[in-house]
């Protein structure tokens, strides 16, 4: 706006100094200041450098009072001598000219008096501050004299923000001459500041920009905002003037941004734009009665599709050939994956619209959560939804600030003023028929919709969104992502998630390493913030779950010293994560054994990221909804202890197992998916993973296909549809689900590379291979690889078959631990069991109290020959006859309060029972003992007290 006013202002500083000399010239007398004739050296009178004019003062503006690089100045001056001037030179050396500049004469008063002028001299400096320039006249009898003056540099361009823009009338559609509200800050520093062309552009509620700016009507002398001052300016009100475009008007559009340039006193130029904001409409109560709000879904990490062009090719041009990375197809796909270490990308990746990983092979994730939601838009529920795809890997920051759409791709590492999240839900505000957006998300989804509603500020949140749905939200970490960053646990992808599935397994087993997980998470913003917070330090104070315990009397000493026994909070997990105790060097990327060192500066902006987020509380109009599930087993932290080897006396070699808890989805724990406390806008929901509802998708219900659950999409829709009622969907409680007897669960753990096969009484098998691949046939059963520990985890009540062997000959070390709700209450180790092709080892484990039988059978007769992955066969009949087996036989049911030591294993010759040792004994927590439970145990204290009597009634005298 109002460009051509201002070029008829910019007139050429030369022109009007020929003009006024013309006119003084001909007509204007002597000044009567003028000093006499000299008589002595040459006099200079006068001396200026005028600062450029550039823009009219009668729209409020005027000259400079800075130069910046790339003015052109014109140097005057006027001399009196009674003798010939020979030359007049100026010294511009602090304005960038290196050479002596000369004036040339340009008028002649009188006999006495002359004018000197330079012709138009560009200043090349990009100094700041002030600069001197020197002139010195000489005349013909040798004589000189010199005048300086000081002229002020400034080539910062002003520092200038429009942070908001509202209506003030919102309860109608607006019109031309309504008025807006702006906020912003112009640069405090500068001397003085014009804003200058200030527009409004338009937007369809896609966000694509209507072809024609419009403008503002003028107020008092100037153009809008043309008064202001430097510094802050609160709610300035500005009149919608011009409305260019015959064809789009304001009713018309969805959203308007506001666009202003100021213009500093060195003629410095710095133009910004507001949010975008969206246009109120005219909306009639009878409209939005039952009307449901479109729907936005940001899925968790790892859930959308990652892509990067073939040989650095533009991926716009036709014949440009793009690779998908994820999903994998093998490590070299994470490879291309890898981040600087500053936490950004090293190659060119991007994600498409709407590609979310809705399945695996015959595994779903979200697909049934789509088809809901695209059978509520076809029956005009909803007007619209949006599946938000993002680069997973990347800081919240760069998620909420950046996303280039180009086509159906997007990119995160790609800064733009409309950043895809932001304005994909401002696309379905627009046409929402309420105005407004329900935010669905789903694990770290849930982080992203925090950070962009911290950045949109608690009124745009408002304005924009109606209602928040947590689903398995790890709001304050969670301790498997520090489980995973320091050892790869639980992240061969997608073998952890899609690979422990009998039959199906091996479609997607050795996609991805650990150790090349691993290596990718170590510069990955993403996996930091997944680490456990200061609020889950604070929330979980469990001295029976740490997140890192030292149960160790020998090794781990520096971390002893440091740190005691556990980890007890945020700043001690920084420390030890990044090795500042200096209790180990960095592991080569194939020893998944030693805790990786890592990134602290990653680590720090994560410790600051969830220092905001983990404080901040929803506005009051937004409805949240946090679900978590419970029963689960999942990682409550890292116990790191020692064994005592007999091959070496007095030596002890480092080891660490996994511990688990119920309250979680096998992912987040309970604490951190319901981390906000209830308010009269917060709710909490658990899904009782353990119910019939939750064995819906195809092998149960867990953290990764929480969504795959009828009872859950249930109650996602009655939220959705406003007919949430008192009776809820089956599994689906507003309390925790209450025990119905006391959890018992054997936890093996088994140190070693080795094949090891589970078999229950009923033929179910499932299958833990050294590469960490798993054939899952067991549905209660839990198993993973943690570094080269392998575990095993599965409730009391059947009897158990554990087969080992290995294609090598070698010995494993076994962990026998007890619990009870989640407590540990007594633990056996046994030592130097000989696998190999020639020695496999059976082990028959009775859990319901009776005995159990030792059979010699052949491994490959206990595997099913139908899994997927089948652990190698050992061999024929003769091989199979020199097996060496031994019996555990544990008790099936144990006072938490007792310490009942196993009977000791049939003696082996080639196996060793090293240790019974007590740890972590407690009632449980918070889940009081049923009737039942307090009944049986009566019973087995009774019970247990008459076999002590007979015993010592035997006793000799």
């Excluded at 001299?121 to 000081?150: C, F, K, P, Q, Y």
């Excluded at 679900?627 to 999942?634: F, I, L, Q, R, S």
């Excluded at 199979?880 to 003696?907: A, E, Q, W, Y």
């Amino acid at each position: 706006m109002n460009t051509n006013l201002l070029s008829l202002g910019r007139i050429p500083l030369s022109f009007l100094l020929l003009l006024s000399l013309f006119l003084w010239g001909i007509g204007l007398p002597v000044r009567a200041d003028d000093p006499p004739p000299a008589a002595g050296d040459p006099f200079i009178t006068s001396m200026n450098a005028s600062y450029p004019t550039w823009y009219v003062t009668s729209l409020g503006g005027n000259a400079q009072d800075a130069f910046k690089a790339g003015d052109h100045m014109t140097i005057s001056l006027e001399v009196a001598d009674d003798a010939p001037i020979t030359s007049v030179m100026a010294d511009l050396s602090e304005l960038g000219v290196s050479q002596p500049v000369p004036l040339p004469l340009f008028f002649v008063r009188d006999a006495l008096h002359k004018m000197y002028l330079t012709n138009e001299v560009t200043i090349t400096t990009h100094a700041e501050g002030a600069a001197n320039i020197v002139v010195t006249a000489t005349d013909a009898l040798g004589r000189s004299s010199n005048e300086s003056m000081n002229v002020r540099l400034d080539n910062t361009p002003p520092t200038f923000s429009i942070d908001s823009l509202s209506f003030v009338n919102t309860t109608t559609t607006p019109a031309l001459e309504d008025f807006m509200l702006v906020s912003g800050v112009i640069d405090p520093s500068a001397s003085k500041a014009f804003v200058n062309d200030v527009n409004y552009t338009l937007y369809a509620a896609d966000g694509t920009a209507f072809p024609v700016l419009g403008s503002f009507k003028p107020r008092n002398a100037g153009t809008a905002l043309a008064d202001l001052g430097v510094g802050v300016f609160t709610d300035d009100p500005i009149q919608i003037w011009l409305d260019r475009n015959t064809e789009f008007h304001l009713p018309d559009a969805a959203f308007i941004k506001l666009t202003a340039t100021v213009i500093d006193g060195a003629g410095n130029s710095t133009t910004a734009m507001s949010p975008l904001v969206r246009i109120p409409k005219t909306v009639s109560a009878k409209s939005t009665s039952g009307a449901v709000s479109n729907v936005l879904f940001l899925p968790g990490i790892e859930g959308s599709r990652l892509y990067e062009p073939t040989n650095n090719c533009d991926p716009s041009v036709t014949d440009c050939v793009e690779r998908k990375l994820w999903d994998p197809s093998s490590d070299t796909d994470l490879t291309e994956l890898t981040l600087e270490t500053n936490g950004k990308s090293i190659h060119d990746v991007y994600t498409k619209e709407g590609d979310t990983i809705d399945a695996v092979g015959p595994f779903k994730f979200y697909r049934s959560f789509e088809d809901q939601m695209n059978g509520l838009k076809d029956a005009g529920t909803i007007t619209d939804w949006k599946s938000v795809a993002y680069d997973w890997r990347l800081s919240l920051e760069d998620l909420v600030d950046k996303g280039m759409q180009h086509g159906e791709r997007i990119d995160y590492g790609e800064a733009t003023d409309t950043p895809y999240i932001e304005q994909t839900l401002r696309a379905l505000a627009a046409t929402s028929k309420t105005g407004k957006v329900t935010i669905i998300a789903h694990s770290n989804g849930g982080l992203v919709a925090k950070k962009l509603m911290q950045k949109l500020g608690n009124a745009d949140t408002a304005a924009l969104i109606d209602t928040l749905i947590f689903v398995g939200v790890p709001q304050s970490g969670t301790p498997q992502a520090l489980a995973g960053a320091l050892h790869g646990y639980g992240s061969a992808l997608p073998a952890d998630w899609c690979a422990a599935w009998e039959v199906f397994g091996s479609l997607c087993a050795s996609n991805a390493s650990r150790a090349t997980s691993r290596t990718l998470a170590e510069n990955m913003p993403m996996a930091y913030d997944l680490l456990p917070s200061f609020t889950y330090f604070n929330d979980v104070k469990d001295a029976l779950h740490p997140i890192v315990a030292f149960a160790a009397d020998h090794l781990f000493a520096k971390e002893r010293n440091n740190y005691g026994f556990i980890i007890q909070n945020e700043n001690e997990q920084t420390e030890f994560a990044t090795n500042q105790d200096g209790g180990r060097t960095k592991p080569a990327p194939a020893d998944l054994t030693t805790p990786n060192i890592l990134n602290a500066n990653l680590l720090g902006s994560a410790n600051e990221m969830h220092a905001e987020l983990d404080t901040w509380v929803p506005p009051p109009q937004v409805q949240v909804y946090q679900v978590a599930g419970w029963g689960a087993d999942t990682l409550s932290g890292i116990e790191y202890y020692e064994a005592a080897k007999a091959s070496a006396p007095g030596g002890y070699v480092p080891r660490y197992r996994p511990e688990f808890v119920e309250d979680g989805d096998n992912t987040v724990t309970i604490p951190s998916a319901l981390m906000m406390p209830i308010a009269e806008n917060v709710k909490r929901y658990w899904i009782n993973l353990t119910s019939k509802i939750a064995l819906q998708p195809l092998g149960g219900a867990v953290h990764s296909n929480l969504l795959e659950m009828r009872g859950l999409r249930d109650l996602i829709q009655n939220i959705l549809t406003g007919t949430l009622q008192d009776l809820l969907p089956d599994g689906i409680t507003t309390t925790p689900p209450e025990n119905i007897s006391t959890r018992k669960k054997l936890l093996f753990t088994l140190h070693g590379s080795v094949h090891a096969a589970l078999k229950n009484d009923v033929g179910q098998t499932t299958i833990l291979n050294p590469d960490g691949t798993i054939v899952q046939g067991i549905p209660d059963v839990e198993a993973g690889q943690f570094g080269d520990t392998g575990y095993m985890l599965m409730p009391v009540g059947a009897v158990y078959h554990l087969l080992l062997d290995n294609n090598d000959s070698g010995t494993v070390d076994l962990d026998v631990q007890h619990l009870i709700d989640d407590t540990i209450t007594d633990t056996s180790t046994f030592e130097d069991i000989p696998v190999g092709p020639a020695t496999p080892s059976e082990i028959d484990v009775s859990t319901d109290g009776s005995a159990a039988s030792v059979e010699v059978t052949p491994l490959s007769n206990v595997l099913s020959t139908e899994t997927s992955s089948p652990v190698p066969s050992s061999g024929s009949s003769s091989v199979s006859s020199t097996k060496t087996s031994f019996v555990i036989r544990t008790k099936g049911v144990h006072d938490s309060k007792s310490v009942l030591t196993p009977p000791k294993p049939i003696k082996v010759p080639v196996v060793k029972k090293v240790a019974t040792t007590t740890k972590k004994i407690a009632t449980p927590k918070t889940k009081p003992l049923t009737a039942k439970a307090k009944k049986t145990i009566s019973a087995l204290l009774n019970a247990l007290t008459a076999e002590l009597q007979g015993l010592l009634t035997k006793l000799p005298h």
